[in-house]
């Protein structure tokens, strides 16, 4: 953990160099953000409601997904550039040091402009959360937080499993991307929006809706059931099979030799 | 020079750019299957939509379904955050200067190489994302366009459009010859251009002042104008005006492109090494 914060500080004060390009990088990550929440805004001039929820509520539904991406995109992108850390022999600079090489991951690259997006969640949650009807005692603030935590997680696995499917591929799959950036942009509304079918695979396969969908309708007062509070902590179990694929493919790491 | 003559330079930079592009095809088919993703996920959202209100509804789902499906079979054609890192590099680093010594044109060799690598990119991915979107189920699969006509003024302005999307892209290019730092314009092409232009929420779903607005700018001339013209969702008077304000717009850019490229070159100065 020291290490981390040493490595922490490191990317802090590197980043901090390049003031102008940083804050630039910042504004962008922020802006792409708003314009697809100007496109949310947009929908709700012409319809009162898609089934079922109201413009606050679907706000709300953004903004917890666009936090815990961001936060897992700040803390585990180490893994995005992960299949150039593998090109150019990096990893296995990685693998002889006396560390865990997923830390080592993590740590080689922590990007704070992504925090660009983090403040527009906030603005959206600040704006959205006195809006949205919802009683805000003990119990749905705990969902409430439940969820984004859940969500960062799960972002991070899916990280993981791209970085994990490298070993395989040696390079970036951009399929991986409908459930990374694409979760967090079909995210923005309930995903039952979607269907029954697209909400059933996002509930057993890629557990998007334990963190997104279910915990959202208790803290909405739509559903009294506890297992669906409870949800987001199903959705780390999620982490398992990523981690597994990781050290199976790690175990099938064969450099590239450059 | 003869313009037959003057021509063939800026083909053989079109050929050796759209061929460096078609060399990425495991690429394109992971894009394909990401963009087709993403287009199904669209329309679903679009569907909720429509159940929630028909009647609010400015498109029929006939329509919203082609304008989805095209947005996606041509992302690589219009695309405004798609910029040639080369060309940056190219105007930072001083390499702007082997290009300025050649007897050739600096705005059309850009202009070609643009128009190549978007051509390139869109051969690789629009037809089999157009092919499965055929064979949808009704109304959620690509329909026949509305009559002959309409199928050819969607070429064109298809072809015009990709013309004033590079047009476009070269104001920003040239700005960097002031700037230096490419981050500042292309963070604003990147992101609000692409809700003006209607890649995030079609055009006709925005709020009546909003969208008048949007209609006299070229953004609206842009993806807008042949994905709507194809279903019929432009037709008669609207539609010539369209074409019209899509011509003004490809001749205003252009002409302004050159102006600044002439100024910023006249004070350009390559720093050494």
């Known amino acids: 953990m020291k290490l981390y914060l040493r490595y922490f500080s490191i990317h802090f004060k590197s980043q901090m160099q390049y003031k102008t390009s940083f804050f630039l990088t910042l504004l962008g990550q922020f802006l792409t953000a708003f314009s697809t929440f100007l496109g949310i805004w947009v929908m709700f001039t012409r319809f009162r409601a898609v089934d079922g929820f109201t413009y606050t509520e679907v706000s709300l539904c953004y903004a917890v997904v666009l936090m815990a991406f961001s936060l897992a995109e700040t803390f585990f992108r180490g893994f995005d550039t992960f299949p150039r850390m593998i090109g150019n022999g990096e990893f296995d600079r990685i693998l002889v040091r006396p560390r865990s090489p997923i830390f080592q991951v993590l740590a080689a690259k922590i990007e704070f402009s992504r925090l660009g997006r983090l403040l527009q969640a906030v603005l959206v949650f600040a704006w959205a959360i006195p809006r949205s009807g919802v009683d805000w ?5 705990a969902t409430l937080v439940g969820m984004i935590l859940s969500g960062t997680f799960v972002f991070a696995g899916l990280f993981l499993l791209y970085a994990g499917i490298c070993f395989y591929t040696l390079e970036g799959l951009e399929v991986m991307n409908i459930f990374t950036d694409g979760g967090r942009e079909f995210g923005r509304y309930p995903l039952s929006v979607y269907g029954e079918g697209v909400l059933r695979f996002l509930t ?3 557990p998007l ?5 279910y915990p959202f309708l208790a803290l ?3 559903s009294e059931s506890l297992l669906h509070r409870i949800c987001p902590a199903f959705a780390l179990l999620f982490l398992l099979p990523c981690y597994l694929f990781w050290r199976i493919g790690l175990r099938h790491y064969q450099s590239t030799g450059s | 020079m003869t313009a037959g003559r003057g021509l063939r330079p800026y083909l053989s930079f079109f050929r050796i750019r759209f061929l460096c592009g078609m060399q990425y095809r495991t690429a394109a088919l992971a894009g394909i299957a990401t963009q087709f993703a993403w287009g199904a996920m669209n329309l679903l959202a679009y569907r909720a939509f429509y159940a929630a209100d028909p009647s609010a509804f400015p498109m029929t789902l006939e329509q919203i379904s082609c304008y989805v499906w095209f947005n996606q079979a041509f992302l690589t054609l219009f695309m405004l955050w798609f910029l040639d890192a080369d060309i940056f590099a190219a105007i930072r680093d001083g390499g702007v200067a082997y290009e300025l010594i050649r007897p050739l044109d ?3 060799i850009w202009f070609v190489k643009n128009l190549a690598t978007r051509a390139a990119k869109v051969t690789l991915r629009c037809l089999p994302i157009l092919v499965v979107a055929c064979v949808l189920p009704k109304p959620y699969g690509l329909t026949l366009p509305v009559s002959a006509a309409a199928f050819l003024l969607f070429l064109v302005t298809m072809l015009l459009a990709l013309v004033l999307v590079v047009a476009f892209c070269m104001l920003i290019y040239i700005t960097t010859f002031y700037t230096m730092n490419p981050l ?3 963070i604003v092409a990147t992101s609000m251009c692409e809700f003006l232009c209607g890649a995030i929420v079609p055009i006709p779903f925005m709020p009546d002042g909003l969208r008048r ?9 842009m993806q807008n104008l042949p994905f709507r013209i194809y279903s019929g969702d432009i037709a008669g008077t609207e539609l010539v005006q369209g074409i019209v304000l899509q011509l003004f717009w490809i001749a205003a850019l252009i002409l302004l492109g050159r102006l600044m490229m002439r100024h910023a070159l006249r004070r350009v100065v390559v720093q050494g090494g």
């Open chain 1, 137 to 141: 005692n003990a119990a749905n603030l």
């Open chain 2, 213 to 221: 607005v949007i209609e006299l700018t070229p953004f609206a001339a």
């Open chain 2, 184 to 186: 500042g314009v292309r």
């Open chain 1, 209 to 213: 809706a334990l963190f997104l969908y």
């Open chain 2, 106 to 108: 600096l705005y059309r």
């Open chain 1, 204 to 206: 057993y396969i890629v």
């Open chain 1, 220 to 222: 909405l007062g739509r």
